[in-house]
């Protein structure tokens, strides 16, 4: 992990309550899609961890919602201002395990960090399949920046304003090589049974004290025992997590 000054040079809400920013700074302690950073907010005593969507040699993209007051002072920033960050944190996804047809399934704001995962599987001759689940049409995004990529995209909509009715596991491909997804717990339960036989690796959404492994604030029960997921995870190979089914 790397901490920095990152200057933001550009900030659009995406929808009502999700917005995305670039920002300008050195990313040489990213190594892995699904990693996250902490950001550190005038005011606030403990830091915010925000998974990243994407990045390169000159900076990273934050797609995060506005959930509490963290946030709120967040979706007030303008071009021009300055974050001290913290990148590289936690363990990320595999691309080199995803072979020919990769599926990846993201949920609300669990789809940011499978862009760059995406991107990766492609430059890699990977085809993969994507599936975003959200409630309804307003709350869609970044459905065409997948398509752009050459991902084949399919959205759910729980109430069906856009795309497939129901949930994400609605709209699953007859066939995969390999499983990657972030979203909230009951999808992923949901999407567990629907592709056992398959192996994969699940990104999970957990409060976060420190982002460091040090409060146990977001320690999980495993098939391994306790673990932490802002330091041994976010994300975990989905035979590990200790399904409550």
Known sequence: MKQGIYTVTGHEALT??????????????????????????????LRRPISVCD??????????????????AM?????????DII???????????GGEMPLLVGGGVGVPPLYHLAKRLIAQGSRPFVVLGFNKA?????AKEFEALGAEVAVTTVDGSAGV???ATAALPGSFSY??????????????LATQGTAGEFSLEERMGCGFGACMGCSIMTKKGSRRVCKDGPVFEKEELAWQI
Do not use: H, W
């Open 16 to 45: 009502k309550d999700v917005y995305r920013m670039a920002l300008a700074g050195d990313t040489s302690a990213m190594s892995a899609p699904g990693q996250f950073v902490e950001i550190s907010l005038p005011g606030f005593f």
């Open 138 to 142: 307003e709350e869609i995004f970044y």
């Open 165 to 167: 009715k129901g949930f």
């Open 179 to 192: 499983v990657y997804s972030c979203g909230p717990m009951p999808m992923l339960r949901a999407l567990y």
């Open 87 to 97: 990148t590289g944190l936690g363990n990320g996804f595999s691309p080199e395990k």
């Open 75 to 83: 979706a007030a920033m303008k071009e021009g201002e300055k974050l």
């Open 55 to 72: 990045y390169d040699a000159s900076g990273l993209v934050l797609i995060y919602k506005v959930v509490g007051r963290g946030t709120e």
